[in-house]
């Protein structure tokens, strides 16, 4: 229920914004990533984390899943992520990836030289962990 509301708030907001973001004193948000997803949580509470991660050149994160979507938006640098039988996806500066729920993945900063920095957005239910570990 609560993402159908973020969403019905961000067209209003988007509705109400002026035509032109040159209008002086009205900011106009800048989408970024719209996707439509499988397996949210579905009770009648949600719990919404917003998490950063810097890595620094060759980090990588571990070996794991999530319980339901996560989106990363990357603010610097670039970001790959190793889906278990996917192609990997990249996604660089001012672009997100949505994570899906319940595949094996592992993150990378694959530069030699540049860091990565991402902000994670998770909504799961009250008191899930954020990710699961695979070895």
Wanted: no cysteine; glycine share 8%; hydrophobic share 40%.
């Amino acid at each position: 229920m609560q993402a159908r509301t973020l969403t019905a708030t961000m067209a209003v907001i988007l509705s109400l914004a002026p035509a032109s973001g040159q209008d002086a004193g009205f900011a106009k948000p800048n989408p970024v990533i719209r996707q439509i997803v499988e397996g949210m949580p579905k009770g009648d509470k949600q719990e919404i984390s917003v998490l950063t991660a810097t890595f620094k050149p060759g980090d990588k994160t571990v070996f794991h899943t999530h319980r339901f979507p996560v989106t990363v938006y990357v603010l610097e640098g670039t970001f790959t992520l190793e889906l278990d039988g996917r192609p990997p996806l990249v996604a660089k500066a001012g672009e997100s990836i949505v994570e899906p729920p319940n595949v094996k993945m592992t993150g990378y900063n694959r530069s030699t030289s540049d860091f990565t920095k991402v902000i994670i957005f998770y909504v799961g239910d009250p008191g899930t962990p954020f990710l699961d570990l695979h070895h």
